[in-house]
Nanobody
Framework: QVQLVESGGGSVQAGGSLRLSCAAS????????MAWYRQAPGKQRELVAA???????NYADSVKGRFTISRDNANNTVFLQMDSLKPDDAAVYYCNAEAYSTHNYGMYWGRGTQVTVSS
């Protein structure tokens, strides 16, 4: 199995920055795409940003130019640098990984980290 643990959430004023981290552990063979999703109250979970093992990135239109996703393959970690935060960015942010473990292949999720943005 693969476990994902997020960190770095918190409260910030509009215009501020936060950096989220997500570390994967367990019986990992290889991790392909890693991604960040978010879910605000009363809304569906949505993709924020994704990054392939080779470094190709994809962003939601709402965060382009403000958020940057990166990863450290050697340490099975993915990051999300969030700048110029807006109140609309407030949500629970979830880490996601497409991973091969010693037992199977699957999509794994972290438990989430809260991001609060005050105006």
């Amino acid at each position: 199995q693969v476990q994902l643990v997020e960190s770095g959430g918190g409260s910030v004023q509009a215009g501020g920055s936060l950096r989220l981290s997500c570390a994967a552990s367990g019986s990992i063979v290889m991790i392909n795409t890693m991604a960040w999703y978010r879910q605000a109250p009363g809304k569906q979970r949505e993709l924020v940003a994704a990054i392939t093992r080779g470094g190709t990135t994809n962003y939601a239109d709402s965060v382009k130019g403000r958020f940057t996703i990166s990863r450290d393959n050697a340490n099975n970690t993915v990051f999300l640098q969030m700048d110029s935060l807006k109140p609309d960015d407030a949500a629970v942010y979830y880490c996601n990984a497409e991973a091969y473990s010693t037992h199977n292949y699957g999509m794994y999720w972290g438990r989430g980290t809260q991001v609060t943005v005050s105006s």
